[in-house]
């Protein structure tokens, strides 16, 4: 069972920064594809970002705020999250599996993290 595990979430003021990381104890690490995702009170889980061996994509919502990296080393995928909105405050979630944008693409999940982003 692959159960992977953020970290990083807390309560932030309104252009600060913040980093969330994922560790994902899976031999395969490497060559996995691995997600951020989000969902806020009363919305759809939405996807923020995926990152396969070096290839990062991050969707148009966030890009220029938001940056995947990930550390093969460490078995962890990090989200940096620069210039925070109060729309921003979610859970955030990472995932492993296939990849692509969609939460379909995705076979294991964390339990989320909280992100709060104060006025």
């Known amino acids: 069972q692959v159960q992977p595990v953020e970290s990083g979430g807390g309560l932030v003021q309104a252009g600060g920064p913040l980093r969330l990381s994922c560790a994902a104890s899976i031999p395969t690490f490497s060559r996995s594809a691995m997600g951020w995702f989000r969902q806020a009170p009363g919305k759809e889980r939405e996807f923020l970002a995926t990152?396969?061996?070096?290839?990062?994509y991050v969707t148009d919502s966030v890009t220029g705020r938001f940056t995947i990296s990930r550390d093969n080393a460490k078995n962890t995928v990090y989200l940096q999250m620069n210039s925070l909105l109060p729309e921003d405050t979610a859970v955030y979630y990472c995932?492993?599996?296939?990849?692509?944008?969609?939460?379909?693409?995705?076979?294991?999940w964390g339990q989320g993290t909280q992100v709060t982003v104060s006025s």
């Open positions: 995932a492993v599996g296939p990849g692509g944008v969609s939460s379909a693409g995705y076979d294991w």
């Open positions: 990152i396969s061996g070096s290839r990062a």
